[in-house]
């Protein structure tokens, strides 16, 4: 059992609202990397913060956007909630290139 | 630019005969190639990755870098084996992010 946790397991928002994710890394990982599952579809790279600082960043608008604190466990935070953002999100922290994830927090746009 | 392609959503596969997922993959650079899994109700794991030359729960990967590929094999399927496999590539460096391809459901056949 991997030590990611995330919470919540499940939202459910409007659309226009705002939401945070939180994600808590396993001990000792400096990376996160936070990704959007979408229905059928592969883990989409949001982006990732290395040691507090963003670190790179997948094709995600600016809407989207995190955080990581000093002891390394981090936020996703989503304004204008669009129904397409309905999808299950993903935490993991890394170490040396292999990433443990959590299990995901489902969101729901309604 | 980074991506993963794996060609099949859906591969079905009699217990006791050869599996073999397929992935490619583009990279200028070098990679580090990873297979993920996703077993019913579970959270995503990591499989095996080309760098440890590893045999887990019997499936093998090996990295061609003329072919761009790293297809996943078993030589004999068991029912176990059925889930969600995800091909992934990463760079070298600890903080390159992990770009994830579609996924192929792998049903084994009693």
């Known amino acids: 059992e991997t030590g990611v946790t995330q919470s919540p397991t499940h939202l459910i928002k409007t659309r226009g609202q705002q939401v945070t994710l939180r994600c808590s890394s396993q001990?000792?990982?400096?990376?996160v990397s936070w990704y959007q599952q979408a229905l059928g579809q592969g883990p989409q790279f949001i982006f990732q913060?290395?040691?507090?600082?963003?670190?790179g960043r997948g094709n995600f608008p600016p809407r989207f956007s995190g955080l990581q604190f000093p002891n390394y466990s981090s936020e996703l935070n989503v304004n204008a909630l669009e129904l397409d953002d309905s999808a299950l999100y993903l935490c993991?922290?890394?170490?040396?290139?292999?990433?443990?994830f959590g299990q995901g927090t489902r969101l729901t746009v309604v | 630019a980074q991506r993963v392609t794996q060609p099949e959503k859906l591969l079905s596969v009699f217990k006791g005969a050869p599996v073999e997922l397929k992935c490619n993959y583009s990279?200028?650079?070098?990679?580090?190639l990873f297979w993920y899994v996703q077993y019913s109700r579970q959270r995503l794991q990591l499989l095996l990755r080309?760098?440890s030359r590893e045999s887990i729960k019997g499936f093998t990967a090996d990295l061609n870098k003329g072919e761009t590929s790293f297809h996943l094999k078993k030589p004999f399927a068991q029912e176990e084996d059925s889930a969600m496999y995800y091909c992934?590539?990463?760079?070298?460096?600890?903080?390159?992010?992990?770009?994830f391809g579609k996924g192929t459901r792998l049903h084994i056949l009693p």
């Open positions: 913060y290395y040691r507090e600082e963003e670190n």
């Open positions: 990279y200028s650079g070098s990679p580090e």
């Open positions: 993991a922290s890394s170490l040396g290139g292999q990433a443990f």
């Open positions: 001990s000792g990982h400096n990376t």
């Open positions: 080309h760098i």
């Open positions: 992934a590539l990463g760079g070298m460096n600890r903080d390159d992010k992990i770009i």
